[in-house]
């Protein structure tokens, strides 16, 4: 049976094992996530809830044999989603679903909870999407949102899926599922109240306590300015803290959105009953974002770089390898005095890029051992010695000190206020409304080559070598050319910070034009790379010349104008992003614009594109 196809994931140097989906009798073959279910409270670790997951054995990219329910943490479905496949704990391949976007209405107007349990004609037919066995009792009865998107069509996301994807990161989730709201607003909010001066009055200030992870700003500043999101939050506490005869929960998950706005998402089409079935969310975003604000310390930090272990994390090892890589584990506490350490899922977009404010605060010296369950106990810097192995996304009240504790979160592809997101969103808009110039818009990567769906995702470099000292010789430098690793390791300004290079491919009728841009600082005012714009007279062993050319870009510390005057292999020019008067914001689609103008030009063509102004 084919349900979709699966397209393999490159092993890595950091593979991140799920210790709950290995060993006998779970990991002698490969197994596909299939649907979320029931959640359940967990004996061992209070902390840490568990979800009935549903898997299906893969062969050859096919669905064979029989399903199989296992349960993980609740706290981890982020670095579990469903389409992906696992073996011996480690994830090798994923779901290659489609990719849409739709306008919604967040608001109770807008959507309904739907259960597959019961209903004679199913929006999911059996024959199309199988599910519920063999253990139907942990799966019937999970919810869903039905978005109605007019036309009598709809959208389907299972209730867990929205939660895991828009609830912020493991640490706010797992306050949501296991602790009373009290508590919850005690932890989260309890500095915030504090919060009083002029400009905290005129926006939606925050504390951002030092227990959550960044990108949980939105879902922070509307639970504590807006009671729709306060009610949502309120219900989930109300739910996990309750349970039927045999401790299942169905989570209810709504929206903590009340307005319209935007939703984008993987999965299928179901054509029998106009649904679109979506298995993951990518980004959403209201129509308008409140002016949000936020507060935090401004401290040296001693966590680990926050791309340390990055999605997916993967490998085919045999099972006779030793497990030396780390583990993520279900049921044990890390150390209370353990340091952070912080795992990427899958990147998430804040759709119509909110501004966020930011004011840094002087650090109070705070005792953690008067506050070891207080929402600001890793302000210091005192720390007990750990395990690089295991780590656990379970409340640190452990007494052992040889599990570390791990927070899980979605990234931007881009920051919501880079230069590079804006760019890729132009050229597509742009793409659109020259179809018949325009056939396909593609952005690269280092381990999959160009693709032509999906989230880009940026190649990370550094602006200087690492090691200066290093001799340097043509035999090694052509090694380095050959060699060149997935992703460059990045220390500029806050070393938890990466930057990153977004490389586009427009295909037009007759020729490619490729578009190399740099990531920007956020934290350096007036900075200003030149991108670069080229054409390719031969595309023989593509992928080695963008690897030597991102090197040359490497050695010359990012600047690109040397490059394009010494180019050899077709047509190139440096180009700068078009600022708006007063240069307040930029102007993505004018920068595109400038682009391809210039382009038409050198290759001596002319095509009536159109743009925005036409």
């Not at 309890?190 to 939606?204: G, I, P, R, T």
């Not at 295991?390 to 881009?414: D, R, V």
């Amino acid at each position: 049976m084919k349900i979709f196809d699966f397209e393999p994931i490159e092993p890595q140097s950091d593979l991140l094992v799920m210790d709950s989906l290995r060993g006998h009798p779970f990991a002698d073959r490969q197994r596909a996530v299939m649907w979320y279910g029931a959640i359940h409270q967990n004996k061992n670790d209070r902390s840490q809830p568990l979800a009935t997951v549903l898997f299906h054995d893969v062969n050859d990219g096919r669905f064979y044999g029989e399903f199989r329910c296992r349960k993980v943490s609740a706290l981890n479905l982020g670095l579990l989603p469903i389409g992906s496949v696992w073996y011996e704990g480690r994830m090798v391949s994923q779901a290659r679903f489609t990719t849409k976007q739709f306008k919604v209405d967040f608001s109770h107007r807008g959507w309904e909870y739907y259960t597959l349990n019961g209903d004679k004609e199913p929006l999911v037919p059996p024959n199309v999407y199988p599910l519920f066995y063999p253990c139907k009792n942990d799966l019937a009865g999970s919810w869903m949102l039905k978005f109605f998107l007019g036309n009598d069509q709809i959208l389907l996301i299972p209730s867990l899926v929205f939660f895991t994807r828009c609830y912020g990161s493991s640490a706010l989730r797992r306050h949501f599922l296991t602790l009373p709201w009290a508590e919850i607003e005690n932890r989260l909010f309890s500095k915030s109240e504090e919060l009083n001066d002029e400009e905290a009055n005129n926006n939606w200030a925050i504390f951002l306590p030092s227990t959550a992870h960044k990108s949980d700003v939105h879902i922070l500043a509307h639970i504590k300015y807006d009671n729709y999101a306060t009610l949502q939050v309120k219900h989930i506490a109300a739910q996990a803290l309750s349970s039927d005869e045999n401790n299942r929960i169905f989570l209810k998950v709504a929206p903590w959105l009340s307005q319209k706005g935007k939703i984008s998402v993987s999965g299928f089409y179901i054509r029998e009953t106009k649904t679109f079935l979506a298995l993951n969310i990518l980004g959403i975003g209201p129509d308008r974002y409140p002016p949000y604000l936020v507060y935090k310390y401004h401290t040296k930090t001693i966590n680990l770089p926050e791309d340390e272990f990055s999605y997916p994390s993967s490998s085919t090892q045999t099972p006779n390898d030793e497990y030396s890589d780390p583990e993520l584990l279900d049921n044990k506490s890390p150390s209370r005095n353990s340091r952070l350490m912080k795992f990427s899922e899958p990147d998430f977009e804040w759709i119509n890029e909110p501004i966020i404010k930011s004011k840094k605060l002087a650090r109070e010296h705070l005792s953690r051992k008067n506050n070891s369950k207080a929402e600001d106990k890793k302000l210091t810097n005192l720390e007990t010695p750990t395990s690089d192995d295991t780590f656990s996304t379970s409340e640190a009240y452990g007494s052992s000190g040889n599990t570390t504790e791990a927070l899980t979160h979605s990234k931007q592809p881009t920051e919501s206020i880079d230069k590079l997101w804006s760019l890729w969103k132009a050229i597509n808009d742009i793409a659109k409304k020259n179809k018949e110039h325009i056939t396909a818009v593609y952005h690269y990567d280092i381990t999959n080559g160009f693709c032509n769906s999906g989230i880009p995702r940026l190649i990370n470099f550094p602006l200087k070598r690492e090691n200066n000292n290093t001799e340097k010789n043509n035999n090694t430098k052509e090694q380095h050319n050959r060699t060149l690793p997935r992703r460059f390791p990045l220390i500029y300004g806050n070393p938890e910070k990466r930057r990153g290079l977004l490389l586009v491919k427009l295909s037009l009728a007759n020729t490619d034009i490729y578009i190399i841009d740099i990531q920007h600082r956020t934290d350096v005012s007036g900075e200003s790379f030149a991108g670069l714009a080229f054409t390719l007279t031969s595309t023989e062993n593509l992928d080695d010349f963008l690897r030597s050319l991102i090197d040359s870009i490497i050695a010359n510390n990012g600047h690109v104008r040397s490059i394009a005057k010494n180019w050899r292999n077709g047509k190139a020019f440096a180009y700068y992003h078009v600022d708006s008067p007063g240069k307040k914001v930029t102007m993505p689609e004018n920068t595109v614009r400038i682009i391809l103008v210039k382009m038409m030009k050198f290759l001596g063509i002319n095509l009536p594109l159109k743009f925005r102004n036409n």
